[in-house]
């Protein structure tokens, strides 16, 4: 079955240590994103990337990094830097059809805790 | 920029009653609208998508939508809800930042069904 895998589903670290988290996709989508989830705040976009080697900033990248070397991978870490980590983080891909934005698939997200 | 307004923070309805839960936008030129479901402790599902065409759109587990250009709205409906239809519901709406496209999201309005 083709989609978007993100492990682990639950998270814990300490105060102070950067954490990576996974996404995988088979669907063979160029754009690949990462949303952080707050309670009562919607998501809110970390990082985006449109095809291999190219990412952009979202509206809340502070804190985090993330890579594109392969198509299907979009991991994403966050570092010691960012102030509130603790929260849901959801990867999505979707196709990119004539340079427009087409829906987005979601992963099962990740649920980060930092104390 | 866009930007997405759902009104509700909550809306809660009995079993088999009708339900309406709005979403208003700001005016643009070209829009491209969704509606997402997020059930407990995982990612969104897209319910519905309006690119053009028909105002009417259909979607899963019976939901619809109308888009409304004139009231810059786009409510969603279902006449008659289950139990099962207990979740989050996100509305969004793409927005062009410089060469790509970006969704973005309202601040959701959680649906409880009570029996």
């Known amino acids: 079955d083709g989609g978007i895998t993100q492990s682990p589903k639950y998270l814990f670290r300490k105060e102070g240590q950067n954490v990576t988290l996974s996404c995988e996709q088979n669907?063979?989508?160029?754009?690949m994103y990462w949303y952080r989830q707050d309670p009562g705040q919607g998501l809110r976009l970390i990082y985006y990337?449109?095809?291999?080697?190219?990412?952009q900033k979202g509206d809340i990248a502070e804190g985090y990094s993330v890579s594109r070397e392969k198509k299907e991978s979009f991991p994403l870490t966050v570092t010691s830097a960012q102030k509130n980590p603790t929260a849901f983080y959801l990867c999505?891909?979707?196709?990119?059809?004539?340079?427009?934005?087409?829906?987005?698939?979601f992963g099962p997200g990740t649920r980060l805790t930092v104390t | 920029a866009q930007s997405v307004t759902q009104l509700d923070s909550q809306v809660p309805v009995f079993e088999e009653a009708p339900v309406e839960l709005r979403c208003n936008y700001s005016?643009?030129?070209?829009?491209?609208l969704f509606w997402y479901v997020q059930y407990p402790n995982q990612g969104l599902q897209l319910l519905l998508k309006?690119?053009?065409?028909?105002?009417l759109v259909k979607g899963i587990n019976g939901f619809e939508a109308e888009f409304n250009k004139s009231q810059t709205s786009f409510h969603l409906r279902k006449p008659s809800v289950h139990i099962s239809d207990t979740a989050e519901y996100f509305c969004?709406?793409?927005?062009?930042?410089?060469?790509?496209?970006?969704?973005?999201f309202g601040s959701g309005t959680r649906l409880l069904v009570r029996p």
């Open positions: 999505a891909s979707s196709i990119v059809l004539a340079g427009a934005l087409d829906e987005q698939y």
């Open positions: 669907l063979n989508h160029d754009a």
């Open positions: 990337s449109q095809i291999v080697n190219d990412f």
């Open positions: 005016s643009s030129v070209s829009v491209y």
């Open positions: 309006y690119l053009s065409g028909s105002t």
């Open positions: 969004a709406v793409i927005s062009r930042m410089d060469s790509s496209y970006k969704l973005i």
